[in-house]
């Protein structure tokens, strides 16, 4: 079975502090992981993926296979990155192919 | 061109009734996948559809169903409604094929009385 974590619920940072919202997985395979963001009152929208090794409006994430994680990080967090993020993997065959979803992180970030 | 859509955007129903949610996918696009999302549980994954064929299908009740047609539109319908079934019910269309982004729509919200 495949599983998603993201331990914290909420997170409030300071604007220009560093930010990273926590994303652990189980699968024993190789999976596909992807960071999905909601900003209020919009569609889930992806974010980044680990395949594409790109930063998307600052944010970056590693896969680090040895601790299963796959973190979320922005050096200098910004009013405009309030939204709930999901972290989300999905395997390569099977009925793993299905999106899982961790429980979401609501990230604020204080004036 | 143009999102996902899905319709209708709000429904309020009686419990034991039953419901049918569509989705139009965007052009193109042949994976239609459909998720509950609620406060307590978060975004958990129905089923998927591909070229008119089920082919995921998550740990939901037989309540819960779908079909796709030739035109990729896809429907779920659920039966029996239970007020735990009051949700937001999200659509996401992708090409199928491994590594490419799902699309999701801006979700129905289901509430069961």
């Known amino acids: 079975a495949q599983r998603v974590t993201q331990p914290e619920k909420l997170l409030s940072v300071f604007k220009g502090a560093p930010v990273e919202l926590k994303c652990n997985y189980s699968?024993?395979?190789?999976?596909?992981l992807f960071w999905y963001v909601q900003y209020s009152r919009q569609r889930l929208q992806l974010l980044l993926r680990?395949?594409s090794r790109e930063s998307i409006k600052g944010f970056t994430a590693d896969l680090n296979k040895g601790e299963t994680s796959f973190h979320l990080k922005k050096p200098f967090a910004q009013e405009e990155d309030s939204a709930m993020y999901y972290c989300?993997?999905?395997?390569?065959?099977?009925?793993?192919?299905?999106?899982?979803f961790g429980s979401g992180t609501q990230l604020t970030v204080l004036p | 061109k143009a999102g996902v859509t899905q319709t209708p955007r709000y429904l309020i129903k009686t419990r034991g009734q039953q419901v049918t949610l569509s989705c139009s996918p965007i052009?193109?696009?042949?994976?239609v996948s459909w998720y509950q999302q609620t406060p307590g549980q978060g975004l958990q994954f129905l089923f998927e559809?591909?070229?008119?064929?089920?082919?995921n299908k998550g740990n939901f009740p037989g309540r819960f169903s779908g079909r796709q047609f030739s035109n990729s539109r896809s429907e779920m319908n659920v039966s029996t409604l239970e007020l735990g079934d009051s949700a937001l019910y999200l659509c996401?269309?992708?090409?199928?094929?491994?590594?490419?982004?799902?699309?999701f729509g801006q979700g129905t919200r289901l509430t069961v009385v």
């Open positions: 559809y591909f070229s008119e064929t089920q082919r």
């Open positions: 052009s193109g696009h042949r994976s």
């Open positions: 680990h395949i």
């Open positions: 699968y024993s395979g190789s999976p596909e």
């Open positions: 989300a993997l999905k395997g390569l065959s099977g009925s793993a192919r299905q999106l899982t």
């Open positions: 996401a269309s992708s090409s199928g094929l491994t590594g490419t982004e799902a699309f």
